[in-house]
């Protein structure tokens, strides 16, 4: 099951990546929707399995937040390092001192890493349950839209997105489908499954608020945008309530 939802984020991320050439006037409200999706799915889905699935603390804090944290901050250094995944139309200036190798491809490389990490985390989300698995990839399918979008605008930026696209994302395909794979029939502990969810929605978090959320906003009205973002976590809530519920 893993494995066939991985294939449609597949397909997503494609489809992004076309409309962030062909049509790209109302791709703010998609990228709120996907914003609140993945807040919700955070919220209301993953912190509560996490909690229980490792109870261990650090120095008396629960320690799938502390996770949850690294997981955040670790996606954010390598960003910085590597400059990917930056706002496709952002308001603040490419004022970085990029080279367009590291944009164009280095940071795109960083991009495919992020997608495998979600490839695993669909794959392991199923290992709960079914319901948590659903609704992860509800929000990691929505999101794809974005990768496909910044895919697309990162190559443009190098200069040589014409050769390279299809290539990169045939690469985010087979990046996704791997670590689906893996995350289907990698064995871990409760524990050790609780620690991983919690690094993925440490990855959730910030990419939604430092990426997803900024684009979204970007350029347009912010009203319109604050209720797709509405919508969907309000959205995730409904799904996960209907999967508690079953």
Known sequence: MAILITLITVLATALGGFLALRSRDRMHLLLGLSAGLLLGLVAFDLIPEVLELNTQRLAGIPTPMVAFVVGFLALHMMERLFGSHEPADSD??????????STGVIGAGAMVIHVFLDGV??????????SVGFAVAIAVISHAFTDGLNTV?????????RTKAIALLALDGVARLLGATIGTYLTLSQPLLGIYLALFAGFLVYLSTSHVLPEAHSNH??????????????????????????
Do not use: C, K
């Open 221 to 246: 009205p912010s009203r319109w945008t604050l209720l797709a973002t509405l919508l969907g976590v309000v959205v995730m809530f409904g799904i996960v309530s209907l999967g508690e519920s079953a």
């Open 92 to 101: 603040y200036g490419d004022d970085h001192s990029h080279t367009r190798l």
């Open 153 to 161: 605008m990162l190559l443009i930026r190098s200069g040589r997105w």
């Open 121 to 130: 985390g669909v794959g392991l989300a199923f290992q709960v349950s079914n």
